[in-house]
C-alpha cells in the first residue's frame, strides 16, 4: 500500500467535496434538495439510520451501533427510538438534554464517541451535507439571513423549516461588508469535525474555582477592544465556547452532574428556546443536541437536590445497563483485546465464555419464577433453550426487575484481569482456567466489594468453572467421536430403523439373522435420554423425526447424520458415553501405546483443524477433561 498515495487521494476527495457559492446559489441548491436545511437532531438520527435497520419479532436492531456496542439491543431501540427519531420529527423531546445514565464501563461514553464519529464520516455525504454562512464563527444555517416576517411564505416554497437568527457576528457582517444584499453573502459546505470544532463541542467539569463560563459561551477578546471601542461589539468577541463550536451538531457534556451550576444554568434555555446567553448581546441561536452521561448515584444525588428541578424537567433520562447476554459479553473482551498490544497471544476457546458467564451471573438478579435458577437464566437471555420454559417467561423475567444489569461486575474490571494473566505468565496462550484464576486472585483487589458480595462472587467463579467443564468435555466428546465417524453413523441409521419400525407399529429385521422382532426400545431410550427427552415425550420427538425425513424425501435430498442438529448431538453423547472407558484410559495414560498416541494425535488435530486451538492449550484440554473423567 502507497500511504502517501492514500494520503493524497483522501486530500483530493475533500477538495472535490468543497462546495463554496453566494446565498442565492445556496437557495437553489435547495430547491433541488431540502434535505441540507434539517436540523442537528434529524441529522443524528438520519446518520444512524443510513447504516440500516434490521426488524425482528417487533424488535428494531440499528446496524449503526454493531461494531461497537453488544447486547444493548433494547437499550439501543429506546434510545433511537424515544429520542433521536421523535427529536427528528421536531417534537417536544428535542427541547430536552440527553442524559445517558448506566454503571462505569457501561458503554455510555462509546455511544458518544461513535455518535461522534458517525457525524463526522456522514458530513462528507450527499445526504449529511452541512452549509454554513463563510466566516461565520458558529457555522451557522444560511437560512437564518431571511427576515422573520418573509419566512412562513419562503419556508412554503422551499419545503423547509427555518429556526434562529443570525449570531452577532454575521448580523454586523450583513450589514458592513454586505451591505445588507442577503443574496450576495458567501455560504461553503463545511465537515463536522471535531479536531478542528466545527459541529462538535465537549465540555469537561474540572475545578469550579478556576474553570471559566467562558469555555462554553466564548469570551471577550481584551486585545481588540481599545481598536473597537466596546464589549458590546461582536469583533472584539471570541465566540469560540463549546456552545457555539457545537452549533449544527453535538455538544457532549461529560460527567455532567459533577459540573459547577453555573455552567448548567446556560442549558435552560438553549434546550427550551434553542439560545444561549453570552456576553453583552441579545440571545445567541444554537442548534444542537446536547448529550451527558452520568452514573446512578450520581444521578440520584442531583435529583433529590430541589435546587436543580429546571434542570431535571429538561432531560430525556435512557438508562443504559451493562450487557446480559454472555455470547455478547464475549464479543465486548474480544475487542478490547483486540485493541491491545497483546493480541499476538492464543486465547484459548471458551476463555473468554468463562469469563463472560461470571460476570454475567453477576449483574442478575434472582427471579421469583419457580424451577428457574441464575445459570437457566442466563441461558435464555442469550438465546437459549431451557426445557420447561417459553419465550412468555423470558418477556416476563425481562420486565421483572428495570434495574437489572445497573450492577455486578464491569468489562474493565475483567479485562484487567485478563491483562494480568497475560503479562504474568510467559506463556503465548492461556486458557480458561487462567482467566478464572486471575478473577478470582482479583477479587480482594477489587475496591467496592463487600465480604458477603465477595462470597457470592467466588460461588460464581465456581459455577463458570463447572460450565467450562461441560464444554470441555463435550469439545473432546466432538473430537474423539470424529475418530469412530463410521459407528456414528451406525448408530445413526440404527436408530432411524426403529423409529419407523416404532411409529408405524411394524416389526424390526435383525441385521445378521433377518429375524422379524420388535423395535428396541432400550436402544432408543439410551439415545434420547442424552439429551434429556422424556418418557411422556418420546412419541412426539419420534415422529417429529420421521416427517422430518418425509419432508427431505419429498425435496429429493437425503436425510444422514447432519440434518438434525438434536439427535446428531444425541447418537455423539450416547456413543461418548459407551466410549467413556477409552477416552479416560487414553488422557490420562502417562505413557500412551501406540494405537492410544495415535488416538491422541487425531484428536489433537482436529482440536486445532477444527475448533482453534493451539498445540499448548489443545493437550492442556486432553489432561485436564481426563483428570475429570477419572474423578
Not at 413 to 426: G, H, M, Q, T
Not at 464 to 472: I, N, P, Q, S, W
Request: contains cysteine; negative net charge.
Amino acid at each position: 500500500m502507497d500511504i502517501f498515495k492514500r494520503i493524497s487521494d483522501y486530500q483530493a476527495e475533500s477538495e472535490k467535496l468543497a462546495w463554496t457559492g453566494t446565498f442565492k446559489e445556496y437557495i437553489e441548491l435547495l430547491r433541488e434538495d431540502p434535505t441540507p436545511a434539517m436540523t442537528a437532531h434529524s441529522r443524528v438520527y438520519e446518520m444512524i439510520e443510513s447504516y440500516g435497520v434490521e426488524e425482528s419479532g417487533g424488535h428494531k436492531r440499528y446496524k449503526f451501533f454493531d461494531q461497537e456496542i453488544f447486547g444493548l439491543d433494547r437499550a439501543i431501540e429506546k434510545l433511537v427510538e424515544e429520542y433521536f427519531h421523535s427529536a427528528a420529527r421536531r417534537l417536544d423531546v428535542r427541547k430536552r438534554i440527553l442524559l445517558l445514565m448506566g454503571p462505569v464501563s457501561g458503554g455510555k461514553s462509546t455511544i458518544v464517541t461513535m455518535l461522534k464519529k458517525g457525524l463526522e464520516r456522514f458530513s462528507r455525504t450527499s445526504k449529511g451535507a452541512v452549509y454554513a454562512i463563510k466566516g461565520c464563527p458558529m457555522h451557522e444555517d444560511p437560512l437564518h439571513l431571511i427576515p422573520q416576517e418573509l419566512r412562513p411564505e419562503i419556508e412554503k416554497a422551499l419545503g423547509v423549516r427555518i429556526e434562529g437568527n443570525l449570531c452577532p457576528s454575521c448580523q454586523m457582517r450583513l450589514n458592513t461588508e454586505f451591505e445588507s444584499n442577503i443574496q450576495s453573502v458567501m455560504v461553503e459546505r463545511v465537515f463536522i469535525s471535531e479536531d478542528n470544532r466545527v459541529g462538535i463541542g465537549t465540555f469537561s467539569p474540572s475545578d469550579p474555582k478556576s474553570q471559566d463560563i467562558a469555555d462554553l459561551t466564548g469570551s471577550i477578546d481584551f486585545s481588540t477592544i481599545t481598536e473597537y471601542g466596546s464589549e458590546s461589539d461582536p469583533r472584539a468577541y471570541r465566540f469560540d465556547g463549546e456552545l457555539n463550536k457545537a452549533n449544527r451538531g453535538l455538544m457532549e457534556f461529560q460527567e455532567m452532574l459533577k459540573c459547577d451550576e453555573k455552567f448548567l444554568w446556560n442549558l435552560l434555555s438553549l434546550t427550551q428556546e434553542g439560545n444561549f446567553k453570552a456576553g453583552r448581546f441579545a440571545l445567541i441561536s444554537a442548534d444542537e443536541l446536547i448529550i451527558a452521561h452520568t452514573n446512578e448515584s450520581e444521578y440520584k444525588s442531583f435529583i433529590s437536590n430541589k435546587k436543580n428541578e429546571a434542570l431535571h424537567s429538561r432531560m430525556i433520562v435512557m438508562p443504559v445497563p451493562y450487557n446480559l447476554k454472555v455470547s455478547e459479553e464475549e464479543k465486548i473482551y474480544a475487542k478490547l483485546i483486540a485493541q491491545s498490544d497483546l493480541r499476538h497471544i492464543h486465547i484459548a476457546p471458551h476463555a473468554l465464555r468463562a469469563a463472560a458467564i461470571f460476570s454475567i451471573l453477576t449483574r442478575l438478579k434472582e427471579t421469583k419464577k419457580q424451577g428457574m435458577d441464575l445459570v437457566k437464566k442466563m441461558r435464555m437471555y442469550d438465546g437459549e433453550e431451557v426445557e420447561g420454559f417459553k419465550e412468555a417467561d423470558l418477556k416476563e423475567m425481562q420486565n421483572e426487575y428495570l434495574e437489572e444489569g445497573m450492577t455486578g461486575i464491569d468489562p474493565r474490571y475483567v479485562i484487567n484481569r485478563i491483562s494480568s494473566a497475560l503479562i504474568k505468565r510467559d506463556t503465548q496462550c492461556i486458557n480458561a482456567l487462567d482467566v478464572l484464576r486471575a478473577l478470582k486472585d482479583g477479587l480482594d483487589q477489587h475496591p467496592s466489594i463487600s465480604k458477603e458480595e465477595r462470597e457470592r462472587y467466588l460461588n460464581f467463579i465456581s459455577i463458570a468453572r463447572k460450565e467450562y467443564d461441560t464444554l470441555a468435555k463435550k469439545e473432546i466428546q466432538k473430537a474423539f467421536v470424529y475418530s469412530y465417524e463410521e459407528s456414528a453413523r451406525t448408530l445413526f441409521e440404527n436408530y432411524l430403523d426403529n423409529i419407523e419400525s416404532y411409529c408405524n407399529w411394524a416389526k424390526i429385521k435383525d441385521p445378521l439373522t433377518g429375524e422379524e422382532m420388535d423395535p428396541d426400545e432400550r436402544l432408543m431410550r439410551s439415545i434420547e435420554e442424552q439429551i434429556g427427552v422424556s418418557e411422556n415425550a418420546k412419541k412426539a420427538f419420534r415422529e417429529e423425526i420421521l416427517i422430518r425425513i418425509s419432508s427431505y424425501s419429498r425435496k429429493g435430498k437425503k436425510f444422514d447424520f447432519t440434518s438434525h442438529e438434536r439427535l446428531r448431538e444425541a447418537v455423539e453423547k450416547k456413543l461418548f458415553a459407551d466410549l467413556k472407558d477409552v477416552v479416560k484410559i487414553t488422557t490420562s495414560t502417562k505413557t500412551p501405546d501406540e494405537s492410544q498416541l495415535k488416538r491422541i494425535n487425531e484428536v489433537t488435530k482436529r482440536l486445532m483443524d477444527e475448533h482453534s486451538y493451539c498445540p499448548n492449550c489443545s493437550n492442556e484440554l486432553l489432561r485436564y477433561v481426563g483428570s475429570l473423567l477419572n474423578r
